[in-house]
């Protein structure tokens, strides 16, 4: 973005002095900004400063425009940088904590971004102790930044950059924060309480978690014969040992102890009628979707799969 020597002549033309001041004081203001939180990742720094040059400095090019002094520049850049970010707002959507929760089986690991913000220092440290003691195996926990005092405009600049949900305990966002985390679709938290925070940001990391999957048995029904049926294939004529055969459940052929089919029930016939399913002590016919090789003496087990919440 800068020359080695820190000039913008690659951004500007000679004729534009008024609008290279007023950029290269804005970049001036970003990092001093910055500078007060020497604790931020070298990534944030990042993309903290292309985040905000790039809106401003990715529209000079789109137009020239002639301008009288320095005011008037400055007026022109504030004008197209909200242009920018109304325009970044339909595209772009800022991380809530109902998002994350719905993001369930899409990475190996979920990265939960939080900037805590606490009235003194020892609340800090406890809610940020609480936090990362938390089981990080399938997802963790990053606190992007942690201090004391209000939850300020800098923290939502930095959110937007990190992706990271804002969570404040006794603390008030600022006005000018509440108004740029509202346009910037940032989620700010604020709590009384302080488990109340540690409970809800499980919950979100509970709810991040993959449902633990649990096979149960429904039933067993040995194949005594076989026959062929015109637009049907091959159904296994079969008598139901236990349980229920269910039209729609998930089945597994079974011979001498080997599985050789796994898959859906087809159809399933009780006499020349369609069921829905056939319990204990009947007799029906029962096609297997896409397989054709079944023989008697195999055994047709109907299973399920239930899935249950875990949590933290």
């Given amino acids: 973005m800068l020359d080695v020597d820190g000039s913008f002549e690659p951004l500007f033309a000679d004729d534009h002095e008024s609008e ?4 290269e004081e804005f970049v001036d203001r970003v990092r001093a900004r910055l500078a007060l939180h020497p604790d931020l990742h070298v990534y944030h720094y990042a993309s903290y400063e292309i985040t905000a040059l790039r809106r401003l400095m990715g529209r000079y090019g789109t137009r020239e425009a002639e301008v009288d002094d320095e005011r008037e520049a400055r007026h022109l850049a504030e004008e197209r940088e909200a242009k920018t970010r109304q325009a970044e707002l339909v595209t772009a959507k800022r991380k809530t ?5 719905r993001e369930t089986g899409r990475a190996e690991v979920i990265d939960l971004n939080l900037i805590v913000k606490a009235d003194v220092q020892g609340s ?3 809610l940020e102790d609480s936090l990362l003691k938390l089981p990080q ?3 963790r926990v990053n606190i992007v930044r942690a201090g004391a005092g209000g939850i300020t405009e800098n923290d939502v600049t930095l959110a937007m950059a990190s992706d990271a949900i804002i969570v404040g305990f006794n603390v008030r966002p600022a006005a000018g924060a509440r108004e740029l985390a509202e346009a910037e679709g940032v989620d700010i ?3 009384k309480v302080i488990y109340d925070a540690i409970d809800d940001i499980k ?3 509970s709810g991040l978690l993959k449902p633990e999957q649990r096979e149960r048995i429904l039933g067993e029904a040995e194949v005594r014969q076989t026959f062929r049926v015109p637009k049907l294939g091959v159904v296994a004529g079969s008598y139901v040992r236990s349980g229920v055969i269910r039209r729609n459940a998930s089945v597994r052929l079974v011979r001498d102890g080997v599985i050789v089919y796994d898959g859906k029930i087809g159809s399933l016939r009780r006499f020349k009628d369609d069921a829905a399913e056939v319990r204990e002590g009947f007799e029906c016919g029962i096609g297997l979707e896409n397989y054709q090789d079944v023989k008697e003496g195999d055994i047709i087990e109907a299973y399920e799969v239930e899935e249950f919440a875990r949590s933290i």
């Fill in 20 to 23: 290279r001041r007023a950029f």
């Fill in 97 to 101: 904590l109902e998002d994350l929760m």
């Fill in 137 to 139: 195996e399938e997802v």
């Fill in 189 to 191: 938290r604020t709590y």
């Fill in 124 to 126: 800090v440290q406890a």
């Fill in 203 to 205: 919950a979100a990391l």
